[in-house]
């Protein structure tokens, strides 16, 4: 036992000189202070490591392959001890050496991020374009944020990412050519989903799918714009758009009952809302709020009440039904965000809408028309922008997704009363 401590010690002051001579640029000293560790300890992996390392760097591949392959042979637990192997191989020209090293480092850990660059660099370098753009796609995956990544790796990761986009770039105009007499044989029919998927599969577009902040009600189709066709009870108040105009410009002249949208308290962490924070930039005329009817409000719009009553809105105690006269000033932009629950839908009627005035959905980016109202599916991200120097008023209001029959409509507006009753706090949730 003695003899273990003494030469477990010996090999610590040894390793203390090694540091010595390497902070002091000694670089002569290090190869006999390694070979002095390893007479002690032939498999001391730190050593082996070391000196890998050192004879890698002085072109010295045929010790830097013994040293990295005796480290594997010892342990071979670590991701990194295959990798200083494989990269030895690459520089030895051994592509099925190297290959099989990459395959041993991401058997070990299949998300280590340097044998993947690794991987889809040797595909490229063998011309297997289709299986390269498969592994740098999977680097850009693990990779994360390029802000959370170390200095070294960005390049390769930016690498990575401009390979994959290429190919997808080259990807998407080889389906376009191969698919536009397709195209012909189905003139007149709506391939526009077809079209989204093919344009997500090869980057052109984002999948955007619902996230509701708070409440999610699984196997309700996530449509970005619903068909217009399945609400037949908006004939009659887009037609109705000239005189909720005027009823909306009289409120506009009293100058009372308007409120920012967003209205956070100052304790509370506003994220992408900091700028419109109780802001009068966005601000909005409610006729119903958090599911309670604003009776002031509503007295100075009757016809559009009125109108609001033939829309199938949804009850739930204390969320809604909701329904306003959204305002969104000069050059103001609602950032991207998603709603609560997507159990309702959300109604827009263009009532006032400037030139420069745009509504993105997922993919799908219109612009208002008066006397054209759209139904889409606010927990699918989305945004708004007005970039004319006038201001732009939409009616909003929200109603049940046709989707859910009477009985879950009912269920639901049960739960709300339930939810209500647990917190003592009619305001506690919106849904």
């Known amino acids: 036992?003695?003899?273990?401590?003494?030469?477990?010690?010996?090999?610590?002051?040894?390793?203390?000189?090694?540091?010595?001579?390497?902070?002091?640029?000694?670089?002569?000293?290090?190869?006999?202070?390694?070979?002095?560790?390893?007479?002690?300890?032939?498999?001391?992996?730190?050593?082996l490591t070391a000196l890998g390392k050192y004879a890698f760097r002085n072109g010295d591949l045929g010790s830097a392959l013994t040293a990295f392959k005796r480290i594997v042979d010892v342990d071979g637990r670590d991701p990194q001890q295959w990798v200083n192997l494989a990269l030895v191989h690459r520089s030895r020209k051994d592509e099925t050496a190297e290959a099989a090293a990459i395959t041993s480092a991401l058997t070990t850990d299949p998300s280590d991020l340097l044998a993947l660059v690794l991987r889809a660099n040797l595909l490229e370098r063998q011309g297997k374009m289709h299986r390269a753009a498969g592994a740098y796609a999977a680097v850009a995956t693990v990779a994360g944020p390029l802000e959370r990544l170390h200095s070294d790796l960005r390049p390769a990761v930016l690498q990575a990412i401009g390979f994959k986009e290429n190919y997808d770039l080259?990807?998407?105009?080889?389906?376009?050519?191969?698919?536009?007499?397709?195209?012909?044989?189905?003139?007149?029919?709506?391939?526009?989903?077809?079209?989204?998927?093919?344009?997500?599969?090869?980057?052109?577009k984002r999948r955007f799918d619902a996230q509701p902040a708070i409440f999610y009600y699984p196997n309700l189709p996530q449509i970005e714009f619903f068909d217009r066709a399945i609400f037949p009870w908006l004939d009659q108040i887009e037609a109705a758009t000239d005189a909720i105009r005027e009823e909306f410009l009289n409120v506009l002249q009293l100058e009372e009952g308007f409120a920012p949208y967003i209205t956070y308290p100052a304790d509370a962490p506003v994220n992408q809302w900091a700028e419109l924070n109780n802001s009068p930039q966005w601000s909005a005329f409610h006729l119903y709020k958090d599911g309670s009817l604003l009776q002031d409000n509503a007295a100075k719009c009757p016809l559009t009440m009125s109108l609001l009553a033939q829309a199938p809105q949804p009850i739930q105690a204390g969320r809604t039904p909701a329904a306003m006269f959204s305002l969104l000033k000069p050059k103001t932009r609602i950032p991207p965000h998603t709603g609560v629950s997507n159990v309702r839908l959300v109604t827009h009627v263009p009532v006032i809408i400037p030139p420069g005035c745009g509504f993105r959905v997922g993919n799908d980016v219109r612009e208002w028309i008066p006397g054209k109202a759209w139904v889409f599916d606010d927990t699918i991200n989305h945004e708004a922008w007005n970039d004319s120097d006038k201001l732009r008023v939409v009616l909003i209001f929200d109603i049940w997704h046709p989707h859910l029959s009477e009985a879950e409509r009912a269920m639901i507006t049960a739960l709300a009363i339930a939810m209500n009753q647990f917190s003592a706090d009619s305001t506690g949730f919106e849904l």
Do not use: C, W
């Open 170 to 204: 080259k990807f998407g105009a080889f389906l376009d050519d191969y698919l536009s007499g397709e195209y012909k044989q189905h003139n007149g029919e709506n391939l526009k989903r077809f079209a989204d998927a093919v344009d997500i599969m090869v980057g052109r």
């Open 1 to 47: 036992m003695q003899t273990d401590i003494a030469r477990q010690e010996e090999i610590a002051r040894l390793e203390g000189e090694v540091s010595g001579a390497a902070q002091a640029g000694r670089n002569d000293l290090l190869l006999p202070l390694f070979t002095r560790i390893l007479g002690i300890d032939p498999n001391h992996l730190a050593t």
